[in-house]
């Protein structure tokens, strides 16, 4: 089941940023794929999203494929601590995919990594050797 792809644009000072975000759905698995810079101007808009999409989807594995996420800071960690949460409290879990190294440098540096799976291969590759939590 896909969902397609959101273009999500947020105003950033007098200009428009695109953040993109593409949702499919492999089973229980939700997977987002997400494109650009996750910080205070644009992490409301991505919860929402995110939210909504786990929502639609009953899915109960979050997959975040953040290979093409330039740029985060603690509001992306807070988006992500958020739906770690809610997952976990229902028994399932969020895998983050892909991190860029300066993404997973401030997932190591807020000890998200240390209670977060992070892998190194696409989401579906991830699903295909059996990581279904």
Do not use: W
């Not at 997400?34 to 997959?63: C, F, M, N, P, W």
Request: hydrophobic share 40%.
């Amino acid at each position: 089941m896909a969902y397609g792809e959101k273009y999500l644009p947020v105003n950033l000072f007098g200009g428009v940023f695109i953040l993109q975000v593409f949702f499919s759905q492999e089973g229980p698995v939700l997977i987002a794929r997400i494109k650009g810079e996750v910080d205070l101007s644009t992490a409301e808009r991505l919860r929402q999203e995110l939210e909504a999409s786990l929502d639609h989807a009953r899915a109960h594995l979050l997959y975040l494929d953040l290979e093409g996420v330039s740029f985060m800071d603690s509001s992306g960690l807070g988006v992500i601590l958020g739906r770690y949460r809610r997952l976990s409290q229902k028994g399932g879990k969020v895998v983050i995919c892909r991190p860029q190294p300066q993404v997973r440098r401030l997932l190591d540096l807020s000890g998200l990594s240390k209670i977060i799976d992070i892998v190194g291969e696409e989401p579906e590759e991830y699903l295909q050797k059996g990581g279904r939590g």
